[in-house]
Nanobody, 124 residues
């Protein structure tokens, strides 16, 4: 069993930066592929980015070059560094963990565990 807890959301102005954290607990957390998703009001949840358990990353086109996923194994934490934030980045951000070693590095995979989400609001 893995539990995920996101934090770091808040209200910032356009152009600012935020760093979200996702702390994981449970056995073998370090071997999970981790992803970030977001959901804006009235919209479906969308893929933001992924970091495989081997360290390979991939991002949605909408955030490429602005967002970075990193991982600190000593803290069982995955980060989403968000720079040059835009109003369209507003939403609830979720981290997700997948125990499968293979699979696509993108939105087309299933996840075993999800966090509860953290709200990010960007004012223009």
């Amino acid at each position: 069993q893995v539990q995920l807890a996101e934090s770091g959301g808040g209200l910032v102005q356009a152009g600012a930066s935020l760093r979200l954290s996702c702390v994981g607990s449970g056995r073998a957390f370090s071997t999970y592929t981790m992803s970030w998703f977001r959901q804006a009001p009235g919209k479906e949840r969308e893929f933001v980015g992924i970091r495989s358990w081997t360290g390979i990353t991939a991002y949605a086109d909408s955030v490429k070059g602005r967002f970075t996923i990193s991982r600190d194994l000593t803290k069982n934490t995955v980060y989403l560094q968000m720079n040059s934030l835009k109003s369209e980045d507003t939403g609830v951000y979720y981290c997700a963990a997948d125990s499968a070693r293979g699979g696509p590095l993108g939105p087309g995979r299933s996840y075993d565990y999800w966090g509860q989400g953290t709200q990010v609001t960007i004012s223009s």
